[in-house]
């Protein structure tokens, strides 16, 4: 609908014509969990047009109901399920994408989440019930696990992998997970579902998941049955390989959103990045490329936010994993930052991580959790990346300052900050490397305070306050491997600089006892 509507501003005697199998168009989908939840009340809300009101306002013709079955490329016709027969000048693919069903027993009783039509079979099912399981712990899985919670349900999450949110590093989802456990959320990982039956979920060792109700969030996958029937290319990411105008690899017929494959940002390859924004900028790039006007798609990020129990969770660019598995020398950061200046009331810690390629200084990614402030900090990170901007340049963003929304040092400038720190020599080490660094022998010493300390310290570790540090640091003499440490990585930091310049060999474990506790939890 951005396309049809876009090209009609663009073009007020083109014959538009919008086909659709379901039976709306232009709806809210990433609404939908929140109509289950009761957050959003009103179903209406959910329908943002009509065809009539479409036809109205743009005289766009626009069937609902409407399936097409086959393209005839060299006729320019598509025909659809009644056997009508359509001309085309150009065509365009929006399939969408369809929900992830796998070959267990039983599957066809679980209900998926992808079209008003989803939402009202779930708002039926889940009425009067009392429990229910999701399948799958990805951004849909997870916004329905709270929803049903809103409505009271008993709610468990069933996750294949070893974490929810995959877009997420480990020590990052553990946050997330924490906060859906203490809102009543059962959430089991590496638990494969084998079999669906009408009194619930059984596992592959063989425990038995009670459920009223059963919902299928596993992933979705490109809705490209019409483009193969019409021998349009297929990208190895089983998504529409198209050029950067959108046009498959015939030049009359366009493809975009969830179908259509879209290029990295760091490697310029086929990725699939099912999101809104991404659909809705390429419907108004087609409708530009067909009405004449030379543009282009941009490379894509992917980012996306995700909010649960008034935790939000977001992510842009590549995590850890993928940057090291795709080669990279990375630079890692952690910071625990406050949402806004501490002394103002309702500040709250912002949890972040950055991902910087050490060779070039490059952002390779970001994600950040926490409470309030997310969403502002994610786009920011996100428009320096696609500007070009290095890490080290987030120390020079002038960013707006008040109490209530910021602090006159950003998180984001104190992750610039620490990336120079960095590029200037300083060590850090990363809390899934501790183990084994000490295994082999290395000190540490953790400079928080001796209350802090006795609530909760890593085994093994010595506790020097780093106010006491400057007197005690004989204390260290011979150490050959030393880490200190903090509550965030802040003091540590500090002793760390304080160390050095008294000769030592010393390194800064990233992002403090916070972050090794979020990674350890995980573990």
Same mark, same amino acid.
């Given at each position: 609908?951005?396309?049809?509507? #876009?090209?009609?501003? !663009? ?17 809210? !989908? ?5 109509? @289950? ?24 013709? @626009? #069937? ?58 779930? @708002? ?28 009271? /349900? ?10 929810? /949110? ?13 906060? /859906? ?53 297929? %990208? ?25 494959? +879209? +290029? ?16 809705? #900028? ?36 590549? !995590? ?31 949890? /972040? ?35 070009? &901007? ?63 300390? %006795? ?34 990585? &802040? ?31 995980? +573990?």
């Amino acid at each position: 609908m951005s396309t049809a509507t #876009r090209l009609r501003r !663009n073009d007020e005697h083109r014959d538009i014509i919008v086909l659709e199998a379901s039976g709306h168009v232009s709806f809210a !989908n990433c609404g939908l969990p929140y109509h @289950v939840g009761g957050v959003i009340p009103e179903r209406s809300d959910l329908l943002l047009q009509t065809p009539q009101s479409l036809k109205e306002r743009f005289n766009i013709d @626009v #069937r609902i109901n409407t399936r097409a079955v086959s393209i005839d490329r060299e006729a320019q016709t598509v025909t659809t399920q009644s056997g009508e027969v359509i001309h085309y000048d150009e065509l365009v693919l929006s399939p969408g994408a369809a929900p992830f069903l796998p070959p267990i027993a039983g599957i066809e009783q679980a209900l998926t989440l992808r079209t008003v039509e989803d939402v009202d079979a779930i @708002v039926a099912a889940v009425e009067g019930m009392a429990s229910a399981v999701i399948i799958g712990g990805g951004f849909i899985g997870l916004e329905m696990a709270e929803n049903l919670r809103h409505r009271g /349900m008993r709610t468990t999450l069933v996750e294949a992998g070893p974490q929810i /949110m995959g877009p997420l590093d480990t020590e990052m989802a553990q946050i997330v997970a924490t906060r /859906m456990a203490d809102n009543g959320v059962d959430i089991h990982t590496n638990a494969e579902a084998t079999a669906i039956t009408e009194h619930g979920v059984t596992l592959a060792d063989g425990q038995v998941l009670a459920a009223d109700v059963v919902i299928a969030a596993i992933g979705v996958r490109p809705a490209t049955d019409l483009a193969k029937a019409a021998g349009l290319e297929i %990208s190895g990411t089983g998504g529409i390989t198209v050029d950067r105008q959108q046009r498959t690899s015939d030049p009359r017929i366009f493809a975009l959103g969830d179908a259509a494959a +879209k +290029k990295d940002i760091h490697t310029g390859e086929d990725a699939l990045v099912p999101l809104a924004q991404t659909a809705n #900028r390429h419907g108004r790039l087609v409708a530009d490329v067909i009405a004449g006007r030379d543009t282009t798609a941009k490379p894509v990020l992917g980012t996306a936010i995700v909010g649960l129990f008034g935790l939000a969770a977001a992510s842009t660019g590549w !995590n850890e994993r993928r940057a090291r598995k795709e080669g990279y020398n990375v630079r890692i950061i952690h910071l625990h930052p406050a949402s806004h200046a501490g002394y103002y009331p309702g500040a709250s810690q912002l949890h /972040m991580k950055l991902v910087v390629d050490a060779d070039t200084d490059a952002i390779l990614g970001a994600q950040i959790v926490g409470d309030n402030g997310v969403d502002k900090r994610i786009d920011i990170i996100a428009t320096a990346m696609r500007a070009g &901007l290095t890490a080290t340049d987030l120390a020079d963003l002038e960013l707006a300052y008040a109490p209530q929304f910021g602090s006159a040092k950003d998180p984001i400038n104190f992750a610039g900050f620490i990336n120079d720190n960095l590029v200037r020599g300083e060590r850090t080490v990363q809390w899934h490397e501790l183990d084994a660094r000490m295994t082999a022998g290395a000190t540490l010493v953790d400079v928080r305070t001796a209350a802090e300390f %006795s609530n909760g310290a890593i085994p093994g570790a010595i506790n020097i306050p780093l106010d006491e540090l400057r007197e005690r640091h004989t204390e260290l003499a011979g150490a050959d491997d030393l880490i200190v440490h903090c509550q965030v990585g &802040l003091r540590g930091h500090n002793a760390a600089r304080l160390l050095t310049n008294l000769g030592y060999t010393v390194a800064n474990l990233d992002g403090g006892y916070v972050t090794w506790t979020h990674g350890k939890q995980a +573990k």
